[in-house]
């Protein structure tokens, strides 16, 4: 526990104002380690993204057959990581020499850009709705949406 | 969403059942592809997990100020998290050469492993009802049954 805590507390001060909820203006980070630590985080976030995504595009694809555990189970988790995004993506790393496929233009334009994340939430929380519904009719177009929002923002604000 | 797709396609094969929700035994790496994506993941959610944890660490040590707002999103996310962790570790990784602090034991005694992910959901369940219950006197301590849970299994499970 002693260890636990000396590790929390380091990340406590990395990332104290993450998960601040009610504040969602980007930040600066404020040293290398703060945005090597935001760099990680927001890296896991992406990952865990295409994790859910991944059985999704092959099932709106045809290529493996449609499982509604998998649709609701996965639409359930890219809601909840889409609204973890914001508080991820607001630490402004720009001034580190960090490994990174986010564009600068993710703090220069960050009210564009937390419109993509919304986005992102709006078709994320419509999937999940669809999944719950049953209705295999929609759930192509559902999943169909969550790319499109994904696309969009990739196109805009992460580097090639 | 041609690209997406086919990264989609990807993730699908090489990911096809996590989230499948109902199975929850272990499965086999399918090959260095698979095995290479279960470590990114797992990792990823751990990288998300302690985030979330760091600042709770600080407020349960005093070492930041309480932060009601915090409590509740950090409690919220962390249940989610530990919610997914199953599916995410399941996939044994044990035959490949990955470079990872998962230890063999994890799959090895899968039946206790996930006890240790029970406890972790249970314990940040409760923390999450602390938080939303807004009583200050029980937050330290239901945060050190969160930091009990993630300890008592890296005792086991993690590789120093």
Chains 1, 2 share one sequence.
Not at 119 to 124: E, M, P, R
Request: aromatic share 6%; with cysteine; charged share 25%.
């Amino acid at each position: 526990m002693k260890q636990l805590l000396k590790t929390g507390l380091m990340a406590a001060i990395l990332s104290s104002t993450v998960a601040s909820g009610a504040v969602l203006a980007q930040e600066a980070a404020m040293n290398e380690k703060h945005a090597d630590a935001a760099v990680t985080y927001r890296q896991s976030i992406f990952q865990l993204i295409r994790s859910n995504m991944g059985p999704l595009g092959g099932m709106a694809k045809g290529a493996i057959p449609f499982d509604q555990a998998v649709l609701e189970t996965n639409g359930m988790r890219l809601e909840q990581l889409a609204n973890m995004m914001s508080d991820y993506l607001k630490v402004d790393t720009r001034k580190f020499d960090v490994d990174t496929a986010a564009k600068d233009e993710i703090w220069e334009n960050w009210s564009e850009f937390e419109g993509k994340i919304d986005a992102l939430k709006s078709a994320s929380a419509n999937l999940y709705q669809v999944a719950q519904a049953g209705d295999e009719s929609q759930y192509r177009a559902a999943i169909g949406k969550v790319g499109a929002a994904c696309k969009s923002c990739h196109d805009d604000f992460k580097a090639d």
